[in-house]
């Protein structure tokens, strides 16, 4: 098959949407576009079925017993936010203190500073190089007054699968609810919200070749059962936890997505990690100085985070154009500030600025691989050429030791 | 983030990417900017006993913008006397290059950069005339 550019190497932001789920979509939007919440016709009915058996397929995936305890929502911020301001609000008596860590998704990580505003107190605990939270950590910040812990499963940005298991355990034996954001991790990580005791877990479509716009999350029932305080009022939908009328295409569309991950992405997880491996093994052949951000063992398949040290992120997407990355350097985000995650880490913000996330997926080929080797350290080594800061590596000068006027 | 096309010229075809002997009396070097800031600009000059630069070179660490600003400032410098290289304003840079607000801050770094390598040579050829005296 022949090389098509540009060529999407940026899964964790989204995915495209598999053929088989977007043809098992279409009849939603015509001939089959009932309101499931319309009990009185066989419009109501069709609809309310295909989103039984939706319900049904995202449960199977995750090792949910009860098909109802997963609540359709817009996406994983709206799940993140109704789990941590759910739980927060309807155990409020219970406790105010909440455990997260600091590299958290935003949803989740401004979720808590809006309820630190309201009284609540949260503790962002640090993680280690690779960008793991230690158990330990979790342990020793529990006190009588927490209510939730929330722990993500795989970090989007540099992809560190974290030991939620051991975390549950710890939080189950204490009875504090246990959430966890596993949005990046569906499909490529095990994950089982029984044998992990997880309480609550966010979970988004697109992320798993599923439509934009559609999300759950998933509220235990039973030991314990979890209670949260819906934070969108109306019509009293998906068991009163979150009201608006379905998004039926949706929902048949992420159901699709999710079975089609519970039969193959095991499989496929290995083929995207030997492609993942590949390319950094490619990348680290022809170029010194690349730095693999994150953990070697506890990583999504498809995560590839390097810094190609003496080299601007930015700049070196712009040189590889064709190719679609994302960079943890400050220039690609408005703030101005490099990447909180690699801050967190340790990592020095001139290699943070120097970061390329390389996200591979389903429709990934080896072509695509050797292609985008091949091109990445093409354009390293020019620009490594126009770098003042690689000339004064080779010639031998600690660049630590320079004084450098910040600016 | 959308560049202009005139940043894209630049940085794809850049213009005196290099290096001069800083130790050269007639160099001077500036070198400004930090790592942890994401980018670095090394801008030199080489002048002649005419007091015109004569050549102009840059390496530069950072985004595509930078890269431009400094390419372009190289390009502007070369036949230049050094009071005249003295008047480059970061705002002509910036207009050159159709630079958006949130980059505005490459083209201060450029400005920096010539200001610094003019600095640098002066005060070697103030050196120089001290030991002369």
């Not at chain 2, 070369?78 to 980059?103: H, R, W």
Request: with cysteine; hydrophobic share 40%; proline share 4%.
């Amino acid at each position: 098959m022949a090389l098509q550019l540009p060529i999407y190497m940026d899964y964790h932001a989204t995915t495209p949407v598999d053929p088989r789920v977007i043809e098992t979509m279409l009849p939603y939007f015509g001939v089959k576009f009932g309101n499931a919440a319309s009990r009185s016709h066989a419009f109501g009915w069709g609809a309310e079925e295909a989103v039984t058996i939706s319900r049904e397929k995202i449960a199977a995936l995750i090792g949910a017993k009860n098909p109802k305890e997963i609540v359709f929502t817009s996406g994983a911020t709206e799940s993140d936010n109704l789990a941590i301001k759910g739980v927060a609000e309807f155990y409020k008596e219970k406790g105010n203190h909440i455990i997260t860590s600091v590299i958290e998704h935003k949803a989740v990580l401004d979720t808590c500073k809006r309820l630190e505003k309201e009284g609540f107190e949260v503790t962002y605990l640090p993680v280690t190089t690779e960008g793991l939270v230690e158990p330990e950590a979790v342990k020793k910040a529990l006190t009588d007054k927490t209510i939730l812990v929330s722990i993500m499963l795989a970090n989007n940005e540099v992809g560190t699968i974290q030991p939620i298991a051991e975390i549950g355990k710890l939080t189950r034996e204490r009875g504090i609810l246990l959430h966890t954001d596993a949005v990046q991790g569906i499909g490529k990580t095990p994950f089982d919200v029984e044998a992990m005791n997880v309480d609550l877990a966010s979970i988004t479509a697109h992320k798993m070749y599923g439509p934009k716009g559609i999300g759950a999350l998933y509220v235990r029932r039973s030991k314990p059962r979890v209670r949260i305080t819906a934070q969108v009022d109306g019509g009293g939908h998906e068991f009163g936890m979150r009201s608006g009328t379905l998004n039926v295409p949706g929902i048949v569309g992420f159901g699709k997505a999710a079975e089609i991950m519970k039969a193959e992405g095991a499989e496929e997880s290995k083929r995207i990690a030997k492609q993942r491996d590949a390319l950094h093994e490619k990348l680290t052949k022809r170029l010194d100085d690349v730095k693999l951000n994150g953990s070697r063992e506890h990583r999504l398949p498809g995560n590839l985070n390097v810094s190609f040290a003496f080299v601007e992120g930015e700049a070196l997407m712009m040189a590889i154009k064709d190719v679609a990355v994302s960079s943890g350097s400050a220039c690609t985000s408005a703030s101005l500030e490099p990447s909180y995650v690699l801050h967190s880490m340790g990592i020095g913000d001139d290699l943070a600025h120097s970061s390329i996330r390389f996200g591979l997926g389903r429709f990934t080929t080896d072509e695509e691989v050797d292609f985008v080797a091949n091109l990445v350290s093409e354009k390293v080594e020019k620009l490594r050429e126009m770098s003042p800061l690689y000339e004064m590596h080779k010639e031998g000068i600690d660049l630590a030791s320079v004084q450098w006027a910040a600016h | 983030m959308a560049y202009s096309e005139k940043v894209i010229d630049h940085y794809e075809n850049p213009r005196n990417v290099g290096t001069l002997d800083k130790n050269d009396e007639h160099v001077g070097t500036g070198l400004v900017g930090a790592p942890a800031c994401g980018d670095v600009m090394r801008l030199q000059i080489k002048v002649n006993d005419a007091g015109v630069i004569e050549d102009a070179k840059f390496k530069t660490f950072g985004c595509g913008s930078a890269i431009a600003s400094s390419s372009l400032a190289t390009e502007w410098l070369k036949g230049k006397s050094v009071d005249e290289a003295e008047t480059i304003k970061n705002s002509m840079i910036a207009e050159e290059l159709n630079l958006p607000p949130v980059k505005i801050h490459c083209s201060v770094l450029a400005e920096d950069a010539i200001k610094s390598a003019i600095v640098d040579f002066r005060a070697k050829q103030a050196a120089k005339r001290a030991l002369a005296k």
